[in-house]
């Protein structure tokens, strides 16, 4: 690349014959975005480097059918502009996936952003060069920039698991992925669909499969909790009512540790301490509600494995009650505990099994291979003319693992982070100066309303390089102490909860190999305190040079 081949808006400097920037930013989704422009704003020369051919993100990617917001949409949007957040009008309860892109390319439009982002690029690796204390970034066409500070945001949930099954390459129908969907749609009409996996991506993309396919036959290995969403178009008095207030609600919904909520009062006891029948009409009223809400009724549901069933049965008899035939009900309860995997929220998912083109195959205990025609478990084969996988993400790490980086002395990060990740304040890794990872484990991340975690994190690092540059430092680096005090703080919390408990992505169960370790950090208000406080405190447990 040279200084000139950079995106208009990015300006033109060099250093050593390379082109230089201030930071490079990886990733245009809502991490990216916001830091391209947050930085912009401090004066630095921002080069944003995506791998899509526009901005978005999660939101480019997962275009697959029925693909939605399970936060609501007029807490799922950037609160850092009052006159954005004002102009913006949302139309429904949950965002379709198209509406969310299109408010993404608003705010791309609104604050320039486009004209610094280099699209249809791959960060292939990073190295930190000691003798002038610079990153060098490296794309995938092989180009150099050299850049100050590196910020990763690349994504909780963007590098997708596709698992190698037996026999794929010989099947002669097309094979989707939910996280890589066609820009142009999949049209499934006349066709006989599988899909694979019911996460939230297959809870919300097989009832439209359902209703489009001739026939959809869904492999289901273990089975979910999924509450309604109770969707609904949104009220123009509900959407002045918070906008009259937009700024106190967005305070309100970053104390709460969900980072959304806060117009819907969690419960205050345990579940245990009120009767029966109290809470079931308890239970019962969340239900009603839709979304989330459901597990916010009692505040002992993810320490109490005792509290937790009941709002396990609740939602198991919920199942039993909505499908018809009583085999299918039983393969579609979930044996484990509720919320311990990230709980889904769907529209008609469980009625879908109601229909007569719809079956389901448990793959539970036997194995699942492609042949030519399908899908084969045990002896059976399924006719098949399209497989979609809605088999989830390599979470967390993957897409960060994808990138060569390599600090001090020439160590990987996949080295570092072998046994699973370690860092400080889920931002910073010791041995990486001046790198930064938006809404990365060890951070309540995927725990909280994304934005919220993300503007947390812009924002934090937004003042730490104003205070650098003002204080004449030019590295920000973790020490080796403060990263393994954090990710013992990380799993000590983790540990007084249910969560480690089950195979979820949230452990990297659902990759083969990869290390079993709760990677986000629960609790987003005190954590948003301690990364103040550190600050005020001088950037405790970081050396400056
Ligand atoms: O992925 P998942 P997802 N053979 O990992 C199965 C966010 N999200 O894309 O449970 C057979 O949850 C796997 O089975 P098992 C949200 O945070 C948000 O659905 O591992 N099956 C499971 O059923 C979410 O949690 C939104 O036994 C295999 C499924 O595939 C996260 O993204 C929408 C398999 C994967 O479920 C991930 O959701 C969508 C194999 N080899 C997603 N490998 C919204 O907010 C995996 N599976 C709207």
């Known amino acids: ?12 400097a060099t250093r050593s014959g390379k082109p230089a920037v201030d930071a490079v930013v990886v990733g245009a989704g809502f991490g990216g975005m916001y830091s391209i422009h947050k930085l912009t704003g401090l004066g630095l020369n921002v080069l944003g480097i995506e791998a899509g051919h526009d901005v978005g993100g999660t939101w480019y990617w997962n275009r697959y059918p029925g693909a939605r917001c399970d936060v609501e949409s007029m807490e799922y949007s950037y609160s850092f502009d009052e006159d954005l957040q004002q102009e913006w009008e949302w139309t429904e309860r ?37 003798s002038d204390d610079l990153w060098v970034v490296r794309t995938d066409s092989g180009t150099e920039v050299i850049s100050q500070y590196l910020i990763l945001a690349t994504g909780m949930l963007s590098s997708a698991n596709k698992p190698s099954f037996e026999g794929m390459d010989s099947f002669k129908g097309d094979i989707y992925h939910t996280g890589q969907w066609p820009q142009d749609g999949v049209d499934f009409a006349g066709k006989r669909v599988g899909v694979i996996g019911t996460g939230s991506s297959g809870i919300q993309s097989i009832p439209v499969i359902a209703s489009e396919a001739q026939h959809l036959t869904v492999f289901q290995r273990t089975p979910n909790y999924s509450v309604p969403a109770k969707n609904r178009p949104l009220d123009p008095e509900e959407i002045a009512e918070i906008k009259a207030i937009y700024p106190e609600f967005r305070a309100a919904n970053r104390q709460q540790s969900s980072g959304f909520g806060s117009l819907r009062p969690r419960g205050e ?48 008899a919920k199942i039993a009650e909505i499908v018809s035939d009583p085999e299918t009900a039983k393969l579609l309860s979930p044996t484990q505990l509720i919320g311990c995997k990230r709980l889904c929220v769907d529209t008609d998912y469980f009625q879908t099994y109601n229909r007569s083109n719809v079956d389901l195959v ?25 497989v979609v996988l809605a088999t989830g993400f390599d979470a967390m790490t993957g897409s960060i693992s994808k990138i060569e980086i390599a600090g001090r002395g020439g160590v990987t990060m996949n080295d570092k982070w072998s046994a699973g990740p370690v860092n400080y304040l889920g931002l910073t890794i010791a041995g990486f100066p001046n790198l930064f990872t938006i809404t990365g484990p060890g951070s309540p991340s995927v725990l909280t309303n994304m934005i919220v975690a993300i503007e947390q994190h812009v924002e934090w690092i937004a003042d730490a390089v104003a205070t650098q540059a003002a204080e004449g430092y030019k590295t920000l680096e973790a020490t080796e102490v403060a990263e393994s005090r954090w990710v013992n703080h990380v799993n000590s919390i983790a540990d007084a909860t249910l969560f480690p408990s089950c195979n979820s992505w949230y452990v990297g169960a659902n990759v083969p190999g990869k290390p079993r370790v709760f990677m986000p950090l629960i609790g987003f208000p005190d954590y948003a305190a301690e990364c103040d406080r550190v600050a005020q405190a001088g950037y405790e447990g970081f050396i400056r040079s």
């Open 269 to 316: 006891v345990g579940a245990l301490e009120v009767d029966a029948e109290v809470r079931t009409a308890e239970y019962e009223r969340r239900w009603n509600v839709g979304g989330f809400d459901f597990l916010r009724g009692y505040v002992d549901l993810m320490i109490n494995s005792e509290s937790n069933q009941t709002a396990a049965d609740f939602a198991r």
């Open 94 to 130: 949950y965002a379709r996936q198209p509406e969310i892109l299109s408010y993404a390319s608003h705010v791309a439009d609104r604050f320039d952003l486009r004209d610094q982002i280099l699209f249809n690029t791959r960060v292939a690796s990073a190295r930190f060069d000691e």
């Open 362 to 386: 448990d793959i539970s205990e036997r194995p699942l291979a492609f042949a030519k025609d399908g899908l084969v478990v045990g002896e059976d084969l399924t006719e098949l003319d399209c």
């Open 1 to 12: 690349m040279d200084a000139d081949s950079l995106p208009s808006g990015v300006g033109l």
